[in-house]
């Protein structure tokens, strides 16, 4: 008698929640897990495991690939539920239904936008619940300015509103607006924790970056914590912290001992990835991070900029234009520890900043599957997952299942207070969603490189999402879209 859609058998089971790590069979009834066990009677579908790991999907909680390349990189990285939750859109109503109309394989959900809010307060910017906008207005001189009262008034309106629609919290791209005040974010701060939301925040420059900021970054997420109430989340604290994580890291490990919902998030690379308009890649102030023209590199052709003259040039033509930073040195034994402290901090989650492709020729049928030699974006999108799992077994000191919490686990129960649907993510369980990844041991690791950065991660064998296989035997299912929305 078939009882069940799916049985994997005989995997090494991986349970961050219930700490189960054993040999078991996974059963898959629809989109849940219906039963883990010994001996379970057979599917429609039996797929022989043995010698594979079979956890949890991953969660990753900043995610900006929001294209069907890109999340077709992150499915086969072990990704089944990728949130755009530190930029944020807005409205966020339009969002989850363009995506649902689009269809997408992996789940999906938004956090509303502050910095998009302000761009259409302070610079009359029009948004329509894609990410285009703010990659767009990234350079524009008006939308980082110090905003009046009533200016704060109208675009906490449109934050409550989106919350009201079901966002997952407020993202806050502090770190692009120097000229947002501390009081400012306060303010969003206190709405966050009068609505039961999180927030996901790119950091203000540390003052050793900036000493004549208006606060240091660490510090603002930190005492709007204490003083609010609120979930604060750091967003990939290696990139803007970089070599400073013995205070940083101890200042939130004091926080939290203190009783401050303060989180963190990191991903394995030493380069980071945004728009070349943003605020601190100034000419000026490149210097602040230790950093020269030569350190970008500009995603569109694929140049190492040449020199200041060049960058503003860019800068000026082509604000939301994708450009690599380079700033720690994956290569260097001080820096790569730099990165393991990021990853290995109690609690830290591991976080992608996932980006969509950009095409240094023509752009192909938006499906095509493998992509092109054209497409290009920073590997993480393609490797985040692997890559951790693969360096932190080698040099972090972490067992598996102390790894794969911190990819899934971790990330869930940081939303479920927010999102009740989490709570069945993140887990191999009797009714947990059937969001599942399966990957040898020996041989996953990650392929994309700065060179070559579209390159899929290998060891990942199967991959489901909602009880549907996106990667089966290694290959994706270009035809599946199973990906469902994610709300509050």
């Not at 990704?79 to 239904?97: R, S």
């Not at 956090?111 to 910017?125: F, Q």
């Not at 509103?161 to 806050?172: C, F, M």
């Amino acid at each position: 008698m078939i009882t069940y859609d799916a049985v994997l058998r005989g995997g090494r089971v991986i349970d961050p929640e219930s700490g189960l790590d054993a040999v078991r069979d996974v059963a898959i009834a629809g989109d849940r897990v219906a039963a883990v066990g010994t001996g379970l009677p057979p599917g429609r579908q039996e797929v022989d495991v043995g010698g594979q790991v079979v956890t949890a999907g991953f969660v990753d909680l900043h995610s900006h690939a929001h294209d069907l390349g890109s999340a077709r990189l992150q499915v086969t990285d072990g990704v089944t539920t990728a949130l755009e939750l530190e930029a944020g859109v807005t409205p966020v109503a339009a969002a989850y239904a363009a995506a649902a109309a689009a269809g997408r394989p992996l789940n999906y959900g938004f956090a509303t936008s502050w910095a998009l809010a302000r761009m259409g307060v302070l610079a009359g910017v029009t948004f329509d619940g894609s990410i285009g906008p703010l990659f767009a207005n990234l350079g524009h001189p008006q939308w980082g300015r110090a905003a009046s009262a009533p200016e704060i008034d109208r675009l906490l309106g449109i934050l409550e509103s989106d919350v009201a629609d079901g966002a997952l919290g407020i993202g806050l791209l502090v770190g692009y607006a120097p000229g947002a005040s501390p009081e400012e974010y306060l303010r969003v701060a206190a709405l966050a924790a009068a609505s039961g939301v999180p927030t996901f925040t790119h950091a203000r420059d540390l003052i050793e970056f900036a000493p004549d900021g208006a606060i240091d970054g660490a510090e603002e997420i930190v005492r709007a914590a204490g003083e609010t109430g609120a979930r604060m989340h750091y967003c990939h604290v290696n990139s803007t912290t970089l070599r400073h994580a013995d205070r940083v890291l101890g200042l939130v490990e004091r926080a939290q001992r203190a009783g401050a919902q303060v989180s963190t998030e990191a991903y394995p690379y030493g380069a980071g990835m945004t728009g070349i308009g943003a605020a601190f890649l100034a000419p000026e102030r490149l210097a602040e991070r230790g950093l020269t023209p030569r350190s970008i590199i500009y995603a569109p052709t694929g140049e190492e900029v040449a020199n200041a003259a060049r960058l503003n040039e860019l800068r000026a033509t082509d604000p939301g234009g994708l450009a690599i930073i380079r700033q720690l040195d994956e290569g260097n034994p001080d820096d790569q520890a730099v990165l393991l402290r990021y990853l290995t901090f109690p609690g830290s989650v591991i976080a992608s900043d996932a980006m969509p492709l950009t095409w240094t020729g023509p752009a192909p049928e938006p499906a095509a599957w493998p992509l092109p030699p054209a497409a290009f974006t920073h590997p993480r999108t393609a490797g985040t997952y692997a890559r951790s799992i693969s360096t932190l077994r080698r040099n972090g000191g972490l067992s598996l299942p102390e790894i794969l919490a911190k990819c899934s686990l971790h990330p869930a129960v940081l939303l479920q207070d927010r999102v009740p649907a989490m709570r069945r993510k993140g887990r191999v369980s009797a009714g947990s969603d059937a969001d599942i990844v399966v990957f040898d041991p020996e041989t996953i690791t990650d392929q994309a490189t700065y060179a070559d950065s579209t390159r899929p991660s290998t060891g990942i064998r199967h991959v489901l999402v909602n009880g549907t296989f996106v990667v089966r035997d290694g290959r994706l299912d270009a035809s599946a879209r199973p990906g469902r929305p994610v709300r509050a």
